[in-house]
């Protein structure tokens, strides 16, 4: 079974800082990466997903994410963020080889501070 | 194209009485989630419906039971609400069936309290 860890609860970062939200996940087969942002009182959106190839993936907004196999980590990147980034941020990991094994991280609240 | 929609969007209910969550979408997907969100605790999968005619269990489907009417509509039952049933609840589909590199796509949820 997968488990997906965030490390961060909370990541409060200035308008205009570079920002990076952390993912690990742990999983004994191979799997498919996916970050989400939540808007408040929304539901979900796909920033980005990883399936294979290229290990630098690019999303929505200008977020970036890079998959490092040897570290089992996903972590989300933006470098410059705007006040209308403060949202929840949920890494996410499925199994790619049977079974709907969608498991999310507990979340990341990003907070820009103007 | 709506997506994927809830009703309602709010709900207050007793300790004990019951209720339904309705979930539909129009994208002719295969695949239906319900989910629960409580703070510091990310998404947990209640049941899911793989296909039309199935569903099974997730990680936390005590106290709840599922419908998938038909390929559009997977509902959600709560027989006897309990205060540890207070939670906002989202709808999800994809196209996957059982192939996973779909992404999901969720509805607005709806937020429930049980007093």
């Known amino acids: 079974a997968q488990s997906v860890t965030q490390l961060d609860s909370q990541v409060p970062v200035f308008e205009e800082a570079p920002v990076e939200l952390r993912c690990n996940y742990s999983s004994s087969v191979s799997v498919y990466l996916f970050w989400y942002v939540q808007y408040p009182n929304q539901g979900l959106q796909l920033l980005l997903k990883?399936?294979?190839?290229?290990?630098l993936v690019k999303g929505i907004n200008g977020f970036e994410a890079e998959f490092n196999k040897s570290q089992t980590s996903f972590h989300l990147r933006k470098p410059s963020v705007h006040i209308s980034d403060t949202a929840e941020y949920f890494c996410?990991?499925?199994?790619?080889?049977?079974?709907?094994?969608?498991?999310f991280g507990p979340g990341t609240r990003l907070s820009v501070l103007p | 194209n709506a997506g994927v929609t809830q009703t309602p969007k709010f709900q207050v209910l007793k300790t004990g009485q019951s209720m339904t969550l309705q979930c539909a979408q129009d994208m002719n997907h295969n695949s239906m989630y319900w989910y629960r969100q409580d703070p510091g605790m990310g998404l947990r999968l209640i049941y899911y419906?793989?296909?039309?005619?199935?569903?099974d269990k997730g990680e936390v489907p005590n106290g709840y039971n599922v419908s998938r009417l038909n390929k559009r509509e997977f509902s959600l039952r709560l027989e006897s609400a309990a205060p540890s049933q207070t939670s906002v609840y989202f709808c999800a589909s994809n196209l996957a069936g059982l192939a996973n590199y779909n992404e999901q796509f969720f509805g607005p949820g709806t937020r429930l309290t049980v007093l």
């Open positions: 990883y399936l294979s190839g290229s290990t």
């Open positions: 419906s793989a296909s039309e005619g199935t569903t």
């Open positions: 996410a990991v499925s199994d790619r080889d049977y079974g709907q094994n969608f498991v």
